[in-house]
């Protein structure tokens, strides 16, 4: 599911650490259950939680007015 169909819906203190951890190459336990938990990919596929395109969505388009 794209990043932006379920961004929105993610918890604030997620969409913080994510933004102060551009390109993490682990996300913590509580990130990856926000992220399943507002609809994105579930933990059970860590691989695959947070493409390239999404890390460039975060960099680029979320917005910290959230």
Known sequence: MEI???????????K????ENLRAGELPETVLQ?????G?????DVGAVLTEA???F????SEFVD
């Open 58 to 61: 975060i960099e680029t388009q």
């Open 34 to 38: 926000g992220i399943a938990e507002a």
């Open 16 to 19: 913080e650490w994510l933004r």
């Open 4 to 14: 932006f169909m379920w961004w929105l819906d993610l918890d604030l203190d997620c």
């Open 54 to 56: 999404d890390w460039d």
């Open 40 to 44: 994105g990919p579930h933990p059970d």
